[in-house]
């Protein structure tokens, strides 16, 4: 499973759990906002990595259309991009399909 697909899965888990939460009158109304929270946060995450995604799609292609010598910050790129997600990831380490490699900076 590679880390965009982990992520999608995680952050639907996490909606699953606060639209629950949100039905279930006798959560509180502190608990009401950390729900509200939790959805606002689970889009915040799927932006970015919508946002790293494009942009690292773009790198790639890049790489495979460009001469060598016109894409020197390609791989650089890339590596900034994978480091982004694993930041996302890194609430989720406790989770049986999380790649320890992603802990890795």
């Known amino acids: 499973m590679d880390i965009v697909d982990f992520l999608s899965q995680r952050i ?4 699953a ?3 629950t939460l949100l039905g279930d009158r006798s ?3 502190s608990g009401e906002w950390y729900e509200r ?3 606002l946060e689970c889009e915040a995450k799927r932006r970015l990595i919508g946002i790293v995604e494009s942009a690292r799609q773009a790198a ?5 259309s460009e001469p060598a010598g016109e894409r020197p910050l390609i791989p650089e790129s890339i590596e900034w991009m994978a480091h982004s997600l694993n930041a996302v990831a890194l609430p989720y380490f ?3 399909d999380f790649n320890q490699d992603w802990l890795r900076l």
């Open 60 to 64: 790639l292609t890049a790489m495979v």
């Open 17 to 19: 759990a606060a639209r």
């Open 37 to 39: 929270r939790l959805l």
């Open 94 to 96: 406790e989770h049986p």
């Open 12 to 15: 639907t888990e996490d909606e």
């Open 27 to 29: 959560v509180s109304i």
